[in-house]
């Protein structure tokens, strides 16, 4: 059975959700540095069983909202390539 790596086919509550391999794609990160931010920074997953998490694509977002800062130079998360594509 083939299974799509992408949520384009899902429909309803589960549009919004991204697989581990999807969000990495998005962040540009590996899925190791995507273990790591869940660990220990607090992002937020649903786990489906021991080797699969889900990522609802709302919470990503509020989470690295709650993470912006403004830097020295006065960049913000908002003006960042990353936030571009996570972020409407």
Do not use: H
């Not at 959700?17 to 660990?39: C, D, H, P, Q, W």
């Not at 020295?72 to 960042?80: A, F, H, P, R, Y």
């Amino acid at each position: 059975m083939e299974t799509e790596s992408n949520n384009q086919g899902l429909r309803g509550p589960l549009s919004d959700f991204l697989t581990e391999v999807e969000l990495s794609e998005i962040l540009g990160i590996s899925k190791a540095a995507i273990a790591n931010l869940r660990y220990n920074e607090g992002l937020p997953s649903c786990r489906v069983n021991d080797r699969c998490r889900m990522y609802y694509e709302p919470d990503v977002r509020e989470w690295m909202l709650s993470r912006k800062r403004q830097s020295q130079k006065g960049i913000s998360l908002e003006k960042t390539p990353l936030a571009e594509k996570i972020m409407p």
